[in-house]
């Protein structure tokens, strides 16, 4: 089982940076986290992808194109980090932190956080 926690969402003004921080853990970490991704959810809306990550040292990254050149996904080792910068009003949502063994394609992820509220006022 994987435990995931996230922090660093909070309110802003458009245009401004947040940093968010997904922190794993468990006793299995070295398999399920090996992708590991942050989604949203706006209000009224279903949840969207926003950005991945597969490999736990050397990583391929990929992003929606909404967020392509704004937001930034990095690792280190156990914590997953999304910068996101100049953001816009649409960005205001509940960030969640997703990871499993599974290959960047799969659409079903297997472990979440509880999420991070990020509201952007324009």
């Known amino acids: 089982q994987v435990q995931l926690v996230e922090s660093g969402g909070g309110s802003v003004q458009a245009g401004a940076a947040l940093r968010l921080s997904c922190a794993a853990s468990?006793?299995?970490?070295?398999?399920?986290?090996?992708?590991m991704g942050w989604f949203r959810q706006a209000p009224g809306k279903e949840r969207e992808f926003v950005a991945g990550?597969?490999?736990?040292?050397?990583?391929v990254t990929w992003y929606a194109d909404y967020v392509e050149g704004r937001f930034t996904i990095s690792r280190d080792k156990n914590t997953l980090y999304l910068q996101m910068n100049n953001l816009e009003f649409e960005d205001t949502a509940v960030y969640y932190c997703?990871?499993?063994?599974?290959?960047?394609?799969?659409?079903?992820?297997?472990?979440w956080g509880q999420g991070t509220q990020v509201t952007v006022s324009s």
């Open positions: 468990g006793r299995t970490l070295s398999t399920n986290t090996n992708r």
């Open positions: 990550a597969y490999g736990r040292s050397d990583y």
């Open positions: 997703a990871a499993d063994h599974k290959t960047p394609s799969t659409s079903q992820w297997d472990y």
